[in-house]
T-cell receptor, first 114, second 113 residues
Framework: DVKVTQSSRYLVKRTGEKVFLECVQDMDHENMFWYRQDPGLGLRLIYFSYDVKMKEKGDIPEGYSVSREKKERFSLILESASTNQTSMYLC?????????????FGSGTQLSVL | GENVEQHPSTLSVQEGDSAVIKCTYSDSASNYFPWYKQELGKGPQLIIDIRSNVGEKKDQRIAVTLNKTAKHFSLHITETQPEDSAVYFCAASKGSGYSTLTFGKGTMLLVSP
């Protein structure tokens, strides 16, 4: 089974801190994604990556950056955390090619910024 | 860009009843429509999907229907069970290997014994 592992289940940080959320997948997937999930807003795409060293902005990239130095690892970075970034963060991966759109999600990281 | 609307936001049914969740999309170029189920404390998991060249698809107690003309698609769950209780998300994309999914806001389904 595909496994997408997010390093922390719960995280509490202070306003202004630099925050790293880590995600690792074990299925050699080319594509990786970061979403945030908020009640009543569903899943919103922050950033995604088609391959190593590549990154693309999603729908809500402001205040975030990403890093993909290795194929299996995709990091989300909050340069200066703010209270409005308190949210559930979900990482996902998938292989590439037609008819391969299935996303595999991690269990999420609940981030609280105080 | 694509916009996906999902209704209802919450749905309560009795065990054994049917449940229907509806979604509409805005981009006529979208041709791939998956449904994800998210159980408490877990990430979403794909349960069924449909492409635009098909009007209906079934997998045991779940089915999805698609009306391309009206740009809406629906998830049908028959003979609901308590373990069906979860948040369900619909999504849409252009269906290529480099496209991204746009998700609806989710429906919390509660099945009471």
């Amino acid at each position: 089974d595909v496994k997408v592992t997010q390093s922390s289940r719960y995280l509490v940080k202070r306003t202004g801190e630099k925050v790293f959320l880590e995600c690792v997948q074990d299925m050699d997937h080319e594509n990786m994604f970061w979403y945030r999930q908020d009640p009543g807003l569903g899943l919103r795409l922050i950033y995604f990556s088609y391959d190593v060293k590549m990154k693309e902005k999603g729908d809500i990239p402001e205040g975030y950056s990403v890093s993909r130095e290795k194929k299996e690892r995709f990091s989300l970075i909050l340069e200066s955390a703010s209270t409005n970034q308190t949210s559930m963060y979900l990482c996902a991966s998938r292989t590439t090619g037609a008819n391969n759109e299935k996303l595999f999600f991690g269990s999420g990281t609940q981030l609280s910024v105080l | 860009g694509e916009n996906v609307e999902q209704h209802p936001s919450t749905l309560s049914v009795q065990e054994g009843d049917s449940a229907v969740i509806k979604c509409t999309y805005s981009d006529s170029a979208s041709n791939y429509f998956p449904w994800y189920k998210q159980e408490l404390g877990k990430g979403p998991q794909l349960i069924i999907d449909i492409r635009s060249n098909v009007g209906e698809k079934k997998d045991q107690r779940i089915a999805v229907t698609l009306n391309k003309t009206a740009k809406h698609f629906s998830l049908h769950i028959t003979e609901t069970q308590p373990e069906d209780s979860a948040v369900y998300f619909c999504a849409a994309s252009k269906g290529s290997g480099y496209s991204t999914l746009t998700f609806g806001k989710g429906t919390m389904l509660l099945v009471s014994p």
